[in-house]
């Protein structure tokens, strides 16, 4: 039952995803099923117990680079101008599907989900679980990595964020008044 | 989309949803210590608010003032996330330790707690502004200059 729902739920991912950009010729509805894509995505990062991602997914996939793919469309075509797109060539079609056997081969030997004994299990997980409350005195184990065992990469992080938003304004903003 | 939006429907329900959204990213500012979330997503929370506002209402709208005015907060932010590790390594501890954050009448874990907020709201401010002027950017780069920055 549990297994079944969450297979449903990979399945719609793969489904939004391929309508995207296979199915759906206007930019503007393009753009709505990837919005919708991040949901679904989220979805699953909340089923991996990953609530923070499934937070930022939610929040950034479907409601800001939403909001930046539609104003960058205002001023642009709204359709796509090559409608009459041609056949995919035959090695593509045949190699595609070879590649897929071949990474579902390999993806049996990856760890089990959940596995305990699998190496990011036990690497430097059970440090951080077990020593975090004794060294930074915050319950919540996120934070205590995010903010302050990796409080440099954090910093770091910012910079690259501010640094976007120069460089965009200087490349995007006109000159003058 | 860049002249103000005259449908009542749109203009009442983006009245009742921008506090709402930013009441929630201060939420999350707060609580995302002890719980999901945090300063990222505190800020993209609030710019998503700001955005709404300014499209829906335009810039010329108190809304959109407020909009302006926070574009002249770029790198207070990171100001804000350095000065709280410069504040570290004064109390005598190394850069970004928040158990040196010498503030007087703190304990450890409030000490801690002061420190990563602070540098939560600083990653939150960056971030928000940020959003607010890359999408600015994208929104008027080719109308009359509306924005003076």
Redesign the interface.
């Known amino acids: 039952m549990m297994y079944s729902v969450n297979i449903a739920l990979l399945l719609l991912l793969v489904l939004t995803a391929a309508s995207a950009t296979f199915l759906v010729k206007e930019l503007m509805s393009s753009v709505f099923i990837l919005g919708s894509y991040s949901f679904f995505l989220s979805l699953v990062w909340a089923w991996l117990g990953a ?2 991602v499934a ?2 997914e939610a ?2 996939g479907a ?2 680079a939403t ?2 793919f539609l ?2 469309l ?2 642009t075509a709204p359709k796509d101008s090559r409608l009459r797109r041609p056949p995919p060539p035959l090695a593509g079609v045949l190699g595609l599907p070879l590649l897929g056997i071949l990474l579902l081969l390999a993806a049996n030997d990856l760890p089990q989900f959940g596995d305990p004994t699998s190496p990011p299990n036990v690497h430097i997980s059970p440090m951080y679980l077990q020593n975090s409350f004794a060294d ?5 184990v ?2 205590s990595v ?3 065992y990796r ?2 990469d ?2 770091i992080e ?2 690259v ?2 640094t ?3 460089a ?2 200087l ?4 000159p ?2 | 989309m860049k002249q103000i939006h005259d449908s009542i429907i749109v203009q009442t329900m983006s009245r009742l949803l921008i506090p709402l959204a930013q009441l929630f990213a201060l939420y999350v500012l707060f609580f995302g210590q002890y719980g999901p979330g945090g300063g990222f997503v505190a800020g993209v929370i609030w710019t998503t608010s700001m955005i709404l506002a300014f499209l829906v209402f335009g810039l010329k709208s108190p809304q959109g003032r407020l909009v302006e005015k926070v574009l002249h907060g770029d790198g207070i932010g990171l100001i804000i996330f350095v000065g709280v590790g410069g504040l570290c390594l004064i109390g005598g501890g190394e850069f970004l330790n928040y158990a040196n954050l010498e503030i007087p009448g703190l304990d450890a874990p409030a000490r801690r707690y002061t420190g990563i907020l602070l540098a939560q709201i600083g990653v939150a401010v960056d971030v928000a502004v940020t959003g607010i002027s890359i999408v600015l950017s994208l929104a008027y780069h080719d109308t009359e200059q509306e924005y003076d920055v």
Request: hydrophobic share 60%; net charge negative; with cysteine.
């Open positions: 609530v923070d937070f930022v929040v950034i409601g800001l909001v930046l104003i960058t205002f001023d930074t005195l915050t319950p919540n996120v934070t995010l903010m302050d409080a440099f954090t910093l910012t910079v964020i501010f976007a938003g120069i965009c304004a490349l995007l903003r006109e003058g008044s």
